[in-house]
């Protein structure tokens, strides 16, 4: 066929070109300078020449390094399921996330660098997606597909930040940035404060499988995105007691130390993923599934601990290889092939036009994609792929990574073929490398560090006319005189120590549009502190109100810790509903004070839900 390189990859058969071709696969790989042949094309068409598209499932896991799989060498630990995603399909060999978690989530929805996102931090607001970034969610849900994200969102909370603003049918989990509890916990459904159901991985897992059952006759895109193994290290008995007394026969080696007991805790917690990533694909093969749809395995960031990770340099929160590098693996059975490894590089931003190309949706990005279709590499022997460089921004550290060199924070060059672990400039013998890659750094400071604002001026957005939930958690609050955070992560966290009356905490918000709200507070009060009145304010509105039961749990979470968490411990906060309250729309301070404390102390705060009832 004239312009075409006729090209067929291992383990696809050559098919008869009949009427079950799809005219839009033809099309599209024309465009692209080559023909990929799909065995059958039963992905793409039936026998009415109707386009079919595939499910698309991807499962990402937190502070996961890549070092953390049976894969890739990691003797300590057994995850068949991943692998087997990895021998059925394609694997990225070198494939690169953000330092940190927010900013991975956001280039994976995006296909563009987090900071044009607005993501710049972990929490307290900093972790949201500026509102007029496009998802895709929201690309595949316009499509045609069913859309639903499980476990850890971590871009937004309130609408339209949250999840089901953004293009998802259906989320269960919590937009945080971590959990301070994984058995039973507190945890939202569409806006819904409901309990969770046993181990959370596990409960997870079980959304996922049951949005599957529901969707098996439709398109679907489902984000799974598994809570561990971040911190804390919270490993129910049945799991600690298969890794407690495993000999570790590969251990971290470099100047810092490993503690073994958090390296077991978390290859338990990897092992537990992988078993639940098996359920998923029996579920898929019990529902003769795994043809028409893609599977994508991978982690947000580098290991949370010093544990083994190939040799390479950094953990989590560095722009080091080891911070960055994560495992990504493919299986779409019976279209890509099997056992294939990709050497190029590639990161999240360039997974959202992959999957655009290959589920052939209707794709016109409204700005600039910092990412790039991987469909060559995906479908071709020898691709025209030419070197590129990728570049990772996190607290101030910006490195630069092309298919061989590693340019790092400090302008120090590294060969990261021979030396993984960074220990050997290399800028000299290599000039003109280093030399490009300085450069290309010094456009991104340019063109986006130096044009980032200097302060996060976006307010926390309350009342959405098309959603009737806002929830304000104390992580977005803040907190004047003795009222302090019960840790200094704000995630997860809750406010105690409320002994002046004069003190009180804040969001600053804007209300979207006017209109009149129940407002529950979620709340533990010592009995001999009963009777605290307080009062929510906005303008000119107010609500006063009294807690008069106590409710005073103990806390907990270290039932099932196996190491000292840094994380805050929770507790069994229960809702109290305090009134109605009319919110004028406009921006200002929404105010939780106190009117009178007659014991020692007000109330422990978790979490204000307002919910619209007009």
Request: proline content about 7%; some cysteine; glycine content about 8%.
């Amino acid at each position: 066929m004239p312009g075409c390189d006729m090209q067929l990859l291992p383990g696809l058969n050559q098919i008869r070109m009949n009427s079950l071709f799809n005219k839009s696969l033809f099309t599209c790989c024309l465009a692209s300078g080559y023909v990929f042949i799909f065995p059958s094309c039963k992905h793409y068409s039936d026998s009415q020449n109707t386009e079919i598209h595939p499910n698309i499932l991807i499962i990402m896991t937190d502070d996961q390094g890549w070092g953390d799989l049976s894969m890739n060498g990691n003797p300590n630990l057994q995850t068949p399921h991943v692998d087997a995603l990895g021998s059925n399909g394609l694997t990225f060999d070198r494939f690169y996330a953000s330092a940190v978690c927010s900013p991975s989530r956001a280039e994976l929805l995006t296909g563009r660098f987090a900071l044009r996102g607005g993501v710049f931090s972990t929490s307290a607001g900093g972790e949201r997606l500026n509102l007029d970034e496009k998802t895709m969610a929201e690309y595949f849900r316009e499509a045609g597909y069913a859309t639903a994200t499980y476990g850890k969102w971590h871009n937004g909370m309130q609408p339209p930040y949250h999840p089901i603003s953004r293009g998802f049918d259906d989320f269960y989990g919590f937009c945080s940035g971590h959990w301070g509890d994984y058995l039973d916990p507190m945890m939202e459904h569409n806006g819904n404060i409901v309990q969770g159901e046993g181990y959370m991985p596990d409960d997870l897992t079980n959304h996922t499988i049951r949005f599957i059952e529901q969707h098996k006759n439709n398109p679907f895109l489902i984000l799974l995105s598994f809570n561990t193994p971040h911190s804390p290290m919270q490993v129910p008995d049945d799991l600690w007691a298969k890794v407690k007394d495993r000999q570790l026969d590969s251990l971290y080696t470099g100047p810092n130390t490993e503690d073994e007991t958090f390296t077991r805790a978390a290859l338990a917690m990897c092992e537990n993923i992988d078993w639940n990533v098996g359920r998923i694909m029996q579920k898929l093969k019990d529902l003769d599934m795994e043809e028409n749809t893609l599977v994508i395995f991978t982690s947000d960031n580098g290991p949370n601990s010093w544990r083994w990770n190939g040799g390479m340099k950094g953990i989590k929160g560095w722009t080091d290889e080891g911070g960055l590098r994560v495992p990504m693996v493919m299986q779409w059975k019976g279209t890509l092939p099997p056992g294939r490894v990709i050497p190029e590089i590639a990161s999240f931003p360039d997974l959202l036009p992959t999957l655009a190309e290959l589920a052939l949706i209707d794709f016109h990005p409204p700005k600039p994609l910092d990412g790039k279709s991987l469909f060559p590499l995906m479908v071709q022997h020898a691709p025209d792929w030419p070197d590129r460089m990728l570049i990772s921004h996190w607290a101030g550290q910006t490195t630069v990574r092309n298919q061989r060199f590693r340019l790092d924070r400090e302008n120090m060059l590294f060969d990261m073929v021979d030396d993984p672990g960074q220990t050997t400039d290399v800028s000299d013998t290599y000039p003109e490398v280093a030399g490009e890659m300085i450069q290309a750094k010094e456009t991104f400071h340019r063109d986006l560090v130096a044009t980032f604002p200097a302060t996060d001026e976006r307010p926390f957005t309350v009342g959405h006319p098309d959603h009737g939930f806002t929830h304000l958690p104390a992580r977005d609050a803040l907190a004047t005189g003795s009222i302090a955070r019960s840790n200094r992560w704000p995630n997860c966290s809750f406010y105690t120590n409320w002994t002046n009356q004069d003190d009180y905490m804040y969001w600053n918000v804007e209300v979207l549009e006017s209109g009149l709200f129940e407002a529950i507070i979620y709340y533990t009060l010592a009995p001999e502190d009963t009777g605290t009145r307080l009062q929510l304010r906005f303008g000119g509105s107010r609500l006063a109100f009294a807690i008069d039961e106590a409710h005073d749990p103990p806390l907990e979470g270290m039932a099932y810790d196996r190491v000292k968490r840094e994380e805050s411990y929770v507790k069994d906060f229960q809702p109290l509903t305090a009134g109605q309250i009319y919110l004028e729309k406009g921006r200002g301070k929404l105010m939780l004070e106190a009117l009178a404390i007659p014991g020692s102390r007000s109330i422990d705060f978790r979490q204000l839900v307002l919910n619209r009832v007009d």
